[in-house]
């Protein structure tokens, strides 16, 4: 158990714009680096940069496979729990995927079944030779 809740320190509405940023980051092809975020959202939280780049890479990768296994809110909020997440925190990231889960499942169904269609395609490569006399 860590001595500290996971997240201490940074305020609520700036945890809300890490998930905000984050899922459309890893669902919505907008580009943000972790820098970023850092440097506008974990400012004055009391997180060194090492905390706050862990930090944000722990909120992505529950994200993702709240993503990936169709996650209810229910879901995401249990295993925020576990990680020992804020409450408020745990609050904002369920009511953000709430209201962003739906546009997520279709953004990765999209990217799925584009890949799956090049997949499907044959290629073929037609070369002209130059002939000899």
């Known amino acids: ?3 500290m809740s996971f997240g201490q320190g940074l305020p609520a509405r700036n945890f809300q714009a890490v998930v905000a940023g984050l899922t459309k980051r890893n669902f919505k092809g907008e580009e943000l680096s972790n820098d970023d975020i ?7 939280s009391g997180m060194d940069s090492g905390a706050a780049l862990a930090h944000i890479g722990a909120v992505e990768k529950v994200l993702k496979q709240a993503a990936r296994e169709a996650w209810d809110p229910s879901a995401l909020e249990a295993r925020l729990t576990d ?5 408020e925190h745990i609050q904002v990231f369920a009511r953000s995927w709430q209201n962003e889960r739906l ?4 953004a990765l169904q999209k990217r799925t079944a584009w890949n799956n269609h090049l997949k499907g395609l044959n290629w073929r490569l037609d070369v002209k030779s130059a ?3």
């Open 1 to 3: 158990s860590r001595a």
């Open 38 to 44: 850092v440097e506008h959202l974990y400012e004055g």
């Open 83 to 87: 990680m020992e997440m804020l409450p």
């Open 103 to 106: 546009a997520v499942h279709e």
């Open 131 to 133: 002939s000899r006399d």
